[in-house]
């Protein structure tokens, strides 16, 4: 099946620092990234839409310049955390949708990164 | 409340069958899943529904889906130790999809 790969799996960093999580399609082309947050015992968040060649949409209360989001080509997105700060601790977890799917799932038909766990000391 | 919700946990004996529920608010989805995330992996499509359909069976997996309700729920049968992970119950609101908190089975020997 599809495979979409997370870098780093876990990153420790100093308050005040800037993180970058990159996401990979391995074996497909990907025009849409999406990135979620996890908090403990809480559903994924989806924080934004990542589009190939434009900018991001990012969901209401997810901030622009805090969450920089680039998706440079089919196979990567990236997402930094800039200025991060211990709230910012969370699991991020991206996943992808094939490009030109047949749509009979519907929107659901994404293929998950195993997420990135970010502590923010 | 939330948009989509589900128990945490459930604990089932190995070879009997779990059922998972899950309730939701938006009466506009048309697609309902459910996902597995096993632990160290990314969560995986299992099966979904479409909403003009009450029930889907693949194999051990069965869905069910009482659109009136607004309940969905996803019954494993005969459960084995590899079933256990987390289940996550998703709905579509346009072409955003909404995820529950997850039910983590927990596989009693």
């Not at chain 1, 060649?53 to 955390?81: C, M, P, R, W």
């Not at chain 1, 094939?98 to 997420?115: H, K, N, Q, R």
């Amino acid at each position: 099946g599809a495979v979409v790969s997370q870098h780093p799996s876990w990153v420790i960093c100093k308050s005040g620092t800037s993180v970058k999580i990159e996401c990979r399609s391995l074996d497909f082309q990907a025009t849409t990234m999406f990135w979620y947050r996890q908090f403990p015992k809480q559903s994924l968040m989806l924080m934004a839409t990542s589009n190939e060649g434009s900018k991001a949409t990012y969901e209401q209360g997810v901030e622009k310049d805090k969450f920089l989001i680039n998706h440079a080509s089919l196979t990567l997105s990236t997402l930094t955390v800039t200025s991060a700060h211990p709230e910012d601790s969370s699991f991020y977890i991206c996943s992808a949708s094939p490009a030109g799917t047949s749509g009979l799932m519907g929107p659901g038909e994404l293929f998950f990164g195993e997420g990135s766990r970010l502590t923010v000391l | 409340g939330e948009d989509v919700e589900q128990s945490l946990f459930l604990s089932v004996r190995e070879g009997d069958s779990s059922v998972i529920n899950c309730t939701y608010t938006d009466s506009s989805s048309t697609y309902l899943y459910w996902y597995k995330q096993e632990p160290g992996a990314g969560l995986q499509l299992l099966t979904y529904i479409f909403s003009n359909m009450d029930m889907k069976q693949d194999q051990r997996l069965t869905v069910l889906l009482n659109k009136k309700d607004k309940h969905l729920s996803l019954r494993i049968a005969d459960t084995q130790t590899g079933d256990s992970a987390i289940y996550f119950c998703a709905v579509n609101r346009d072409d955003k999809i909404i995820f529950g908190k997850g039910t983590r089975l927990h596989i009693l020997p």
